[in-house]
């Protein structure tokens, strides 16, 4: 019996570390696949913010561009309707000299290029003001009223498009700072 004792006590302590070794390796490569995994994870959020502040700030800058484009050229359409009134002796928006500068298909334009812009803003009252300013431009020429009247319109529309632009600005330049985008 001793022998067998003595043969076997070392054959088991062979397959008890064996079967210790396995289990602690095992207990590794989890461990070591769980950190892998995460870091993966953390990684795929950090590419989805990247991309995510990206295409905010691309679509903001190209938004206030819009704005601006749009604004000048309702700008040139007023003049127009101004000078339509005063040569007339009618009202604002009551009647409409030939647009041989294709001013109104700009406006068309930049009024639905703005519009697309918009839509894709993230920040919902963003977007909404942004739409407000351009729809109250675009009111301005609606109905006949006087010059007086729609110079006030006017100059009430343009602050609007004036104090959106300032808010994306502002949001540009916390994307920039907060953000990782350089």
Known sequence: ???LLTTLLPLATLILGI????STEGLRERRGRKREEENRRRIRQEQKTDRLELFELTNLQEAHTA??????????WHLLDIDAAQTTN????SYRIGDEDGVAEELRVANR???ALTQLIID??????ADEAARAVTAVSHG????EQAELEMNAAAQRIFVVQRKIARRIREIYVEGSIS
């Open 124 to 129: 919902d009252d963003l977007r909404s003001e």
């Open 90 to 93: 009618m009202e604002y928006a």
């Open 19 to 22: 079967a210790g070794t396995i």
């Open 144 to 147: 006949p009223k006087s010059i």
């Open 1 to 3: 019996m001793p022998d």
């Open 113 to 115: 290029d703005l519009s």
């Open 67 to 76: 704005l601006n484009h749009f604004a000048r050229t309702a700008v040139r």
